[in-house]
Every structure is written in C-alpha cells, then in structure tokens.
C-alpha cells in the first residue's frame, strides 16, 4: 500500500501504535496505513485502537491469504464478502459443535470493489467468504481442513486475522468494512516453497492494487466532489476529524504480509 501514497508521515498513537498517513494521489482520499501483526485478537485490539484515534470513514484489511478453492490461484485476489470465525463453538463429549459466525462486508464497498474489478487488468478478483482463523494451515488433509471443507465451505480463502478487524469496525459504529487478501499459497504441504518463491509479496502487491482500486471508486461521504454515482452525498454527521489542518477520511489498513 506505501507505494500507491503519497506525502506519507509517521505519526504515533500515545500508547505506542504507529501510522503513516499520506494522500492517495488522483483521489479524495487519506489513507492511514499500520502494521497490525499476526492474529485476530491482536488486529481487533489496534484496530479499534486506531479507529478511536483516527475516525475514518472505511476500515480494509489487506494482505494474504491461502487458497481452499482449485479455481482461486496464487497471485489471485479474494475479496471478502463475509468473513467466518472458524473455531467458534462448543466442545462436548458427542465431539465439537460449530456456532458458526460469519461478519458481513460493506455493501458499499463490495460493490465498490465489484465495480473496480471490471476495469482491472492483470488481476483475477473472486468475491467469497473468508476464513479466519488462529492457525497457518499448510495441510490440505488436516482436521482442520476437514472442518473447514464441513462447516465453511463456501470459503475462498483462509487467513489470521480478517475477522478481528470487521468485529472492531462493526462495534465502533458499524463503519464501512472490507477485508482483501492476495493468494500467496494454496494452504497444503507446498506453502513453504510458494513462500521461498516470492509468492507473498507478489500477491500483497495484487491486494493492495485491488484496494487502491475500490477507493478510487467509492468516494468520502463529504468530501473530493461532494458526489458519487448515488447523487450528492450527506454531511459529514461528525464522522471525519481534522488532522493538521486537513479533513481526514482515511480507511485504516492493517497491512500483514509475513504470515496470515
């Protein structure tokens, strides 16, 4: 994402937390882009961290992913449409019971996104579910693959923390939340040799292509023109908060490449 900004500054949340924000050029746009780390509790705890400091209007988390589908390839780009906490549920001694939950996506942004992946080339976009859960899976016959082919399987992708950002976008007003995930691997017993050939970052790259894209498309709700294809748009509702000077409306981008 740092490759599409520019004017990029660092600044420091007073607990340790650190951003860079700049301009996406072309665009209305700031963005904020942090670093989260590895798991979802962690990105939910510096996402609404983050979100509390910086009010944006829209929340992406964007790195990689593993394939669960033969269609969807590395270097390919799953666009969230719901994200699955796959370990949610009850162990008994009749074995576990899934209490599945699934988080939706933004409509806007879906169809922010649905709309860029049009006029996108070199890169294939699917739109699916995606897993998240605290496990790197590199085994396509595991009992966790099982569970997932079981209980989700309509998923596209699997990933780590995915589902820790929606949740703190949707308990903090519910801000309009996407989750975009390059396909660095197909989540079997090959995941260290896609990772030893660059596969990571060249499918980071893809993500992050996919989300300049959609915010190309989908416009601050006060803000740039002041319009979109829906007509005016309504005021700000005190949602946005002057940074130095300047309106920010800057989604906050947990960017994770080195692991899911």
Request: net charge negative; aromatic share 6%.
């Given at each position: 994402?740092?490759?599409?900004?520019?004017?990029?500054?660092?600044?420091?949340?007073?607990?340790?937390?650190?951003v860079?924000?700049?301009?996406?050029?072309?665009?209305?746009?700031q963005?904020?882009?942090?670093?989260?780390?590895?798991?979802?509790?962690r990105?939910?705890?510096?996402?609404?961290?983050?979100?509390?400091?910086?009010?944006?209007?829209a929340?992406?988390?964007?790195?990689?992913?593993?394939?669960?589908?033969?269609d969807?390839?590395?270097?390919?780009v799953?666009?969230?449409t719901?994200v699955?906490?796959?370990?949610?549920?009850?162990?008994?001694?009749?074995?576990?019971?899934?209490?599945p939950?699934?988080?939706p996506?933004?409509?806007?942004?879906e169809?922010?996104?649905r709309s860029?992946?049009?006029?996108?080339?070199?890169?294939?976009?699917?739109?699916a579910?995606?897993?998240?859960?605290?496990?790197v899976?590199?085994?396509s016959?595991?009992d966790?693959?099982r569970?997932?082919?079981?209980?989700?399987?309509d998923?596209?992708?699997?990933?780590?923390?995915?589902?820790?950002?929606?949740?703190?976008?949707?308990?903090?007003?519910?801000l309009?939340?996407?989750?975009?995930?390059?396909?660095?691997?197909?989540?079997?017993a090959n995941?260290?040799?896609a990772?030893?050939?660059g596969?990571q970052?060249?499918a980071?790259?893809?993500?992050a292509?996919?989300?300049?894209?959609?915010?190309?498309?989908?416009?601050?709700?006060?803000g740039?023109?002041g319009?979109?294809?829906?007509?005016?748009?309504?005021g700000?509702g005190?949602?946005?908060?002057?940074?130095?000077?300047?309106?920010?409306?800057?989604?906050?981008i947990?960017k994770q490449v080195?692991?899911?």
């Open positions: 994402m740092r490759a599409y900004i520019e004017d990029r500054e660092e600044r420091v949340h007073p607990k340790g937390t650190r860079e924000i700049g301009r996406l050029p072309d665009s209305p746009w963005v904020a882009v942090s670093e989260l780390g590895v798991g979802a509790e990105a939910a705890a510096l996402a609404t961290q983050l979100i509390e400091w910086l009010h944006p209007q929340v992406f988390f964007v790195g990689v992913a593993g394939s669960l589908k033969d969807i390839n590395i270097g390919d799953v666009v969230g719901q699955y906490e796959i370990h949610s549920g009850k162990q008994t001694d009749e074995g576990f019971k899934v209490r939950k699934a988080l996506s933004s409509h806007a942004l169809q922010a996104a860029a992946a049009r006029d996108l080339e070199g890169v294939e976009v699917h739109f579910p995606i897993a998240t859960g605290d496990v899976l590199a085994d016959e595991s966790i693959a569970h997932i082919e079981s209980h989700y399987n998923a596209g992708a699997i990933e780590m923390e995915g589902s820790g950002a929606a949740n703190a976008a949707h308990f903090n007003g519910q309009d939340a996407l989750v975009i995930r390059g396909i660095s691997d197909r989540a079997d995941k260290r040799k990772d030893a050939g596969s970052k060249r980071a790259a893809q993500a292509s996919v989300t300049v894209a959609v915010l190309r498309k989908h416009l601050p709700r006060d740039g023109s319009d979109s294809e829906e007509g005016p748009q309504a700000s005190g949602d946005h908060i002057d940074f130095r000077g300047g309106t920010f409306y800057g989604p906050v947990g080195g692991g899911r």
